[in-house]
């Protein structure tokens, strides 16, 4: 079983970049045709996929979040890492990590919707505020 836990600060200032970890248990993130996500849930609002780190190192970022994205790895740790450069409030959510396994062309699938998610972590909460 796969597991997915979040890890970082909870209150980042405006204009600082957000750092938050992921650490998986109960499987590799190299395993072929395993996505590794980021997604977020505004107060209020719902699920806003921001990206992911794919099986072979691949990232793909949500076109709305553009440049300010960046996920990376560290395969000797097992985790995945997400920066968001120069925050607002607008970033305060629940930030969840999450795992999603196909073999179909990452191009075709869906990315926004929850359910398509296998795994995911419990959340944290990261309030952008000064």
């Known amino acids: 079983q796969v597991q997915l836990q979040e890890s970082g600060p909870g209150l980042v200032k405006p204009s600082q970049t957000l750092s938050l970890t992921c650490t998986v248990s109960?499987?590799?993130?190299?395993?072929?045709?395993?996505?590794w996500s980021w997604i977020r849930q505004p107060p209020g609002k719902g699920l806003e996929w921001i990206g992911y780190i794919a099986d072979t190192g691949n990232t793909y970022y949500s076109p709305s979040l553009g440049s300010r994205t960046s996920i990376s790895r560290d395969t000797s740790k097992n985790q995945f890492t997400l920066q968001l450069s120069s925050v607002t409030p607008e970033d305060t959510a629940v930030y969840f990590c999450a795992a999603r396994y196909s073999a179909a062309d990452p191009r075709l699938l869906n990315w926004e919707a929850g359910v398509v998610y296998d795994y995911w972590g419990q959340g944290t909460q990261v309030t952008v505020s000064s």
């Open positions: 109960g499987g590799s993130i190299t395993t072929n045709y395993y996505y």
